[in-house]
């Protein structure tokens, strides 16, 4: 008797890996986009409470997900591919990475990370999140109030627990920049012209040290790419899946 099994282990899953406080919310304009013969589906690993560091929810995100993988992280997801990849490069087909950076954590960074933790421990999200929609977002999206509110709504909701867990793994991630001249699977890596949290630097940096990467700046764009320029992700995303012959070229 032959059974068939419900993922062929020569076949890559493509797992969409969110970034700090964020959910499926994130990738919903990607998903439905994406080959179904790739099985895309959205990781909740870094969300769960055992997930202290980044490298715990790599880890995870490998255990999860049987056979070899295609990573797409943004922001804290990307850096989770990142590491993903370091841990287990045989099992990384491809990585795709949006709005992120492979640099460890600045003092003024971490500072007003520690300031914000503070106050999610008081009860005080909205006083910090909301200020941020002018960091997350262009200043033509930041005035589109459902692109906001669904933001809001996944940050808000995600507790203030999580989103203390999941900036002290921030604070403490490892240096990439280390480990990413030995990635050798096809990469792509996009950024906002105008991400005020992970500037178009952090994003060339790691295009420079990863051999053969695909590097493109999104205009009219900040740090929330997948929700700002959907239909201009999806055809990176797309492109990014043909090079390495996971879903069909286009012309």
């Not at 202290?52 to 056979?67: Q, T």
Request: hydrophobic residues 50%; glycine residues 6%; charged residues 15%.
């Amino acid at each position: 008797m032959t059974t068939t099994p419900s993922h062929t282990p020569t076949v890559p899953q493509l797992v969409l890996i969110p970034g700090l406080a964020a959910d499926a919310t994130m990738w919903q304009a990607q998903l439905p986009a994406m080959p179904a013969a790739l099985q895309p589906v959205v990781a909740t690993a870094q969300a769960r409470p055992g997930a202290l560091r980044i490298e715990d929810m790599a880890a995870l995100v490998l255990a999860e997900y049987a056979g070899p993988l295609l990573l797409c992280g943004a922001s804290m997801g990307g850096m989770i591919a990142m590491e993903a990849a370091r841990q287990a490069p045989e099992r990384v087909a491809g990585l795709a990475l949006l709005g992120t950076t492979a640099r460890p954590e600045t003092p003024d960074m971490r500072a007003l990370r520690e300031a914000a933790m503070e106050l999610f421990k008081q009860g005080k999200l909205r006083e910090v999140i909301e200020p941020n929609v002018a960091f997350a977002f262009h200043p033509a999206n930041a005035a589109r109030p459902a692109l906001v509110q669904a933001y809001l709504d996944f940050v808000l909701g995600a507790g203030a627990e999580q989103l203390v867990r999941q900036n002290r793994a921030v604070i403490h991630r490892p240096d990439a920049r280390v480990h990413l001249p030995q990635v050798a699977c096809p990469t792509l890596v996009v950024c906002g012209a105008a991400d005020q949290l992970t500037p178009p630097e952090c994003s060339a940096e790691i295009a420079a040290l990863i051999p053969g990467a695909s590097y493109t700046v999104l205009d009219d764009c900040g740090h929330m790419l997948t929700m700002e320029q959907p239909e201009a992700v999806n055809q990176l995303l797309l492109r990014w899946l043909a090079q390495g012959g996971w879903a069909p070229k286009s012309e």
